[in-house]
C-alpha cells in the first residue's frame, strides 16, 4: 500500500475516479472528500440516476456529475469509464464498502505496466459485509473464470479497480443485463492483458442495503463466464 508520505508527495492528475450513484446522499460527500484526499489532483467523476440530494451534494464536493443514460447500470458504469481522456480511470462503489486508501496502489500498479489492477473482497474465509451464499458465490465464479482463462482471477465482482483508460476502448462491451463488471476483468484476462489483484477489507454499507442492482445474478455471471472466447476478443487494429 502507499504510504501517506508518498501520497502527500504525489500528484493524480492523470487519474479519473468513475462512480455510478442511486440516491447515495449518506455517503456521497465522505466518500468525494476520502477521494481528493488520497488522490490530489485526481478528477471524479459520477454518472447519477438519483432522485434525492446525491447529484447536488457530489457536485458541491467538486466531482463532475453527469446524468444516468438510459438502460440501467451497466451503459451507467460504461458511460463512467469513457467520461474523462485521463490515461487512467478507477472505479471505486459510493456506498463506502470498498477502502479508499487503496487506490493509490491501484494507480501505480497500472502506472507500472498493469492494464487492470483489481481488488479481491474474498479472502480463505466469509468476509464482514458480505453473505455466506454471496461469498461462496463470488468464490466459485472466481475459479470458473480462472480455469477459462488459465490464470488465478479471485474476485471477479469486485467494483474497485483501476484500468489503462485506452482499454476501455478497444473492446466492444456488452451492457445488456446485470453482472458487466464481471467482462470488465475477465475479457482482458482472456484476450492476455496484464492484471493484478489486491486484498482488501469490505465494509458495512453506508445507507442501509444496497439500491442498486445486485450484480451478482448467477445466471447472468455463468453466461459472462462461459460465453465463446471469440466474442471476448479486442477490436481489429
Not at 32 to 50: N, Q, R, T, Y
Not at 139 to 153: C, E, N, P, T, Y
Not at 154 to 176: G, K, M, N, P, Q
Request: charged residues 25%; glycine residues 6%; hydrophobic residues 45%.
Amino acid at each position: 500500500m502507499a504510504t501517506t508520505e508518498a501520497i502527500a508527495n504525489a500528484i493524480f492528475s492523470d487519474v479519473c475516479v468513475a462512480m455510478i450513484t442511486l440516491n447515495e446522499e449518506e455517503s456521497i460527500a465522505l466518500i468525494v472528500k476520502e477521494i481528493f484526499a488520497v488522490l490530489p489532483g485526481v478528477e471524479i467523476v459520477v454518472v447519477d440516476g438519483s432522485s434525492d440530494a446525491t447529484p447536488r451534494i457530489a457536485a458541491e464536493m467538486g466531482a463532475r456529475v453527469m446524468r444516468e443514460p438510459a438502460g440501467g447500470a451497466a451503459p451507467a458504469l460504461l458511460a463512467s469509464l469513457k467520461a474523462s481522456n485521463r490515461p487512467i480511470v478507477a472505479t471505486i462503489d459510493a456506498d463506502h464498502t470498498y477502502p479508499v486508501d487503496v487506490l493509490p496502489e491501484l494507480v501505480r500498479r497500472v502506472r507500472e505496466g498493469d492494464d487492470v489492477a483489481g481488488t479481491d473482497r474474498l479472502g480463505k474465509w466469509q468476509r464482514q459485509g458480505m453473505s455466506f451464499s454471496n461469498w461462496l458465490a463470488s468464490v466459485i465464479f472466481g475459479l470458473i473464470a480462472s480455469v477459462r482463462a488459465r490464470r488465478r482471477l479471485r474476485d471477479v465482482h469486485s467494483a474497485e479497480r483501476a484500468y489503462r483508460r485506452s482499454l476501455i476502448d478497444e473492446f466492444d462491451w456488452d451492457t445488456h443485463g446485470s453482472a458487466f463488471p464481471v467482462d470488465l476483468l475477465f475479457w482482458p484476462a482472456m484476450a492476455g492483458c496484464r492484471i493484478s489483484e489486491v486484498p482488501i477489507p469490505y465494509l458495512p454499507r453506508i445507507g442501509g442495503a444496497s439500491k442498486l442492482p445486485r450484480w451478482t445474478g448467477g445466471t447472468k455471471t455463468l453466461h459472462r463466464l462461459l460465453r465463446p472466447s471469440a466474442q471476448m476478443q479486442r477490436r481489429p487494429t
